[in-house]
């Protein structure tokens, strides 16, 4: 589905990442974790067509989708919830998930698909009409991942989605990221909480300084001493 190869990104003069490959197959669900300013966001915004990478490939499902305008991400069916939720907030939760559903296709299916973000996430059913500013934070996150899949995506990209969150909000907002993957949905998921992205995924990347660091099966990872130390203070 996913192939990321030898991604180099630049903030001007600044190199953020330095030679990252990443791979997502279809319905999988691969995490990328690490530390702060480890370019975990940089990534992901390229992936999205956010930022552009100064060489590099990036093949969504055999295309060459590198140099594609920026909204036509969206058309190849790559969807992103971005870090910090990113809601219009005097709009209302409604006319907020169905900006989601602009593309044509995604667009004759508006009604089925909210039909499955309110059953995905039952608390949104009665705010339909509220403000989307006026909501608490998991509502609200809720809302932008609700938004993202109503663009009907074959890949979902999570910046960060647990941040800021109450614990057993956390723990509400992986189940339905787990669930979206079950339904079929491949999922990249950068997050800081290692050990719950660990145990979602099934494979994992490590970054530090803007490379990869670490690879391979997530509960392999895990077990890995150094990993242990770093990320989990054991």
């Not at 938004?147 to 989605?161: C, F, G, I, K, V």
Request: with cysteine; aromatic share 4%; net charge negative.
């Amino acid at each position: 589905m996913l192939d990321v190869v030898g991604l180099n990104v630049s903030y001007g003069a600044a190199p953020a990442l330095w030679d990252v490959s990443v791979r997502v197959d279809d319905g999988e669900l691969v995490c990328v974790v690490g530390p702060n300013g480890a370019g975990k966001s940089t990534l992901i915004n390229v992936i999205a067509g956010m930022h552009r990478a100064r060489t590099g490939q990036l093949r969504f499902n055999g295309q060459d989708i590198a140099a594609l305008a920026s909204h036509k991400f969206c058309d190849a069916g790559i969807a992103i919830v971005p870090e910090g939720r990113r809601l219009f907030t005097q709009m209302t939760v409604l006319d907020n998930l169905e900006l989601g559903s602009f593309r044509a296709a995604a667009k004759a299916q508006r009604a089925a698909s909210l039909e499955d973000v309110l059953t995905l996430f039952p608390p949104l059913k009665a705010k339909l009409t509220s403000l989307a500013g006026t909501l608490s934070g998991g509502q609200q996150q809720m809302v932008a991942i609700g938004r993202a899949l109503m663009s009907r995506p074959s890949l979902l990209l999570l910046d960060e989605p647990s941040l800021g969150l109450a614990p057993l909000i956390v723990q509400d907002m992986f189940r339905a990221i787990r669930e979206i993957n079950g339904r079929g949905t491949s999922v990249l998921l950068v997050e800081q909480n290692v050990s719950m992205a660990m145990e979602l995924a099934s494979r994992a990347y490590v970054m530090e300084e803007g490379r990869i660091v670490a690879e391979g099966p997530a509960d392999d990872l895990m077990n890995r001493p150094e990993i242990q130390q770093a990320y989990l203070g054991l």
